[in-house]
């Protein structure tokens, strides 16, 4: 398909596998067949980009589509309509989770908001924090929440997570972030700055990540690297000693029950500070600043015209003083030898 001028910014495959829609850039999202990438359907609504989209469970009968408009829309990919739009959000969205019943809509949005609707119609409902947890969720890619509290490290902005995906039995959540790494927690992550595993191989910002449907590959994808990774999963007991590019957190995970975690070094870390800090070679001589420096060419003119200059003013001067010295002669009646012996006290007393 032809995506010049908008580009694709996200997708999601039916659950029959028989369709792939796509959001784009521009605000529009289309719906492929994904053998031949036929367009099947398009809408645009929205003037900001599309941020996320999901089928609902099951059958797949409505298509939720979140925006940086602040918006949910609901579509019935049967009847091709809209049907129902998710008000209320104070900031762009940033990802969304049906339940399992295909009912309610779980939305995370910019502000830190964790916001709950009904579908279709896009009704809002207040839920009990605590209850959240307790409901079965067909996924769960959101990153607010008290679930998944300790995934965000002390000092972070909103941004800096930028995408988690739970696997199929609940007990490990993957996460990728604005740094690069991939990190694994225990599910679910209640208290503050969870422990957990660390993996590098992206050269920069992590964009999204998931595990395939029998949990034993997860697959990211990177920003500005244009990458995708693919990781194998081992479950504790059965893993296989392996060559390994990618690195680990620095403890024994042996003495944390599995999960080792450099949690506390981590959190004093100021990537950018370390960034800076780091000096890319060895520094040697003298610094600019203290080097004397060798004067330019209009440097040197500019000063001998400052010099020819002052030699004129100093003639000049010396053949007035003369003239006038030799009208005090002539009034005081002194001999010209006295002048030329006692020039230099004439002058001072003059």
Avoid at 123 to 144: G, H, Y
Avoid at 310 to 335: A, C, N, Q, V, W
């Amino acid at each position: 398909h032809n995506l010049t001028g908008s580009g694709g910014r996200c997708c999601c495959f039916s659950p029959d596998g028989k369709s792939l829609a796509v959001g784009l850039n521009d605000g529009s999202f289309l719906i492929v067949n994904p053998d031949t990438l036929e367009d099947l359907v398009t809408f645009h609504h929205r003037k900001e980009h599309i941020s996320d989209i999901r089928f609902s469970p099951g059958p797949g009968k409505y298509l939720a589509v979140a925006s940086h408009d602040n918006f949910v829309d609901i579509y019935n990919i049967m009847s091709s309509k809209r049907v129902g739009i998710c008000r209320g959000a104070s900031s762009y969205i940033t990802h969304l989770d049906w339940d399992k019943r295909g009912k309610l809509l779980q939305v995370n949005t910019g502000a830190k908001e964790q916001l709950f609707y009904e579908a279709p119609r896009g009704k809002p409902q207040m839920i009990n924090k605590s209850k959240v947890e307790k409901m079965d969720w067909s996924s769960w890619t959101c990153v607010l929440g008290p679930s998944c509290e300790g995934i965000w490290p002390m000092v972070s902005d909103v941004t800096d997570v930028t995408a988690s995906c739970l696997n199929a039995n609940k007990k490990v959540l993957a996460t990728g972030d604005d740094f690069g790494f991939v990190k694994l927690f225990r599910y679910p992550v209640k208290a503050k700055y969870g422990k957990f595993k660390r993996y590098i191989a992206h050269s920069t910002h992590v964009t999204n990540v998931r595990w395939a449907h029998n949990d034993r590959l997860l697959i990211t994808v990177g920003g500005a690297d244009t990458s995708v990774m693919i990781w194998t999963y081992e479950v504790d007991g059965h893993k296989q000693t392996r060559q390994y590019e990618s690195e680990e957190s620095d403890f024994d995970s042996d003495e944390d029950g599995g999960y080792d975690s450099d949690v506390a070094r981590e959190n004093e870390i100021n990537y950018t500070i370390r960034a800076l800090a780091t000096s890319l070679r060895p520094m040697s001589g003298i610094k600019p600043h203290l080097q004397q420096k060798e004067p330019s060419l209009e440097e040197r003119y500019l000063a001998s015209n400052i010099k020819l200059s002052l030699k004129l003013e100093d003639k000049i001067f010396i053949s007035l003083t003369k003239i006038l010295l030799f009208k005090i002669l002539e009034t005081k009646r002194i001999s010209q030898d006295m002048l030329y012996a006692d020039f230099p006290l004439m002058c001072l007393y003059h």
